[in-house]
């Protein structure tokens, strides 16, 4: 089993910046993949930004490319998503996910595991 948590939500001006963090524990080994998705009051959950275990190959989604940035810190078992920039239109409780296979990034369908969410409220 893996347990997520993420943090580093909050309430924010349009055109700030927070950086959310997701720490791992537990069987952190099966990891391949680790995803932010967010969602929106009456909207579906959808795909932010992806890594590889490596590190080495990310992905996007279209509306936040060149604006969020994803990353990780092995020695703390923490996944980054640094969002600058941000848009009234990026409000939404954002989750990280696990999956432990190599398939598609963006259906959620593919993970294996969630956290719980945090709140991101941006006013314009």
């Known amino acids: 089993q893996v347990l997520l948590v993420e943090s580093g939500g909050g309430a924010v001006q349009a055109g700030d910046s927070l950086r959310l963090s997701c720490t791992a524990s537990?069987?952190?080994?099966?990891?391949?993949?680790v995803g932010w998705f967010r969602q929106a009051p009456g909207k579906e959950r959808e795909f932010v930004a992806a890594?590889?275990?490596?590190?080495?190959?990310?992905n996007y989604a279209p509306s936040v490319k060149g604006r969020f940035t994803i990353s990780r810190d092995y020695a703390k078992n923490t996944v980054y998503l640094q969002m600058n920039g941000l848009k009234p239109e990026d409000t939404a409780v954002y989750y990280c996910?696990?999956?432990?296979?190599?398939?598609?990034?963006?259906?959620?369908?593919?993970?294996?595991?969630w956290g719980q969410g945090t709140q991101v409220t941006v006013s314009s």
């Open positions: 537990g069987r952190t080994i099966s990891i391949l993949v």
């Open positions: 890594i590889s275990r490596s590190g080495g190959t990310t």
């Open positions: 996910a696990a999956k432990t296979v190599y398939t598609e990034y963006v259906p959620t369908t593919n993970y294996d595991y």
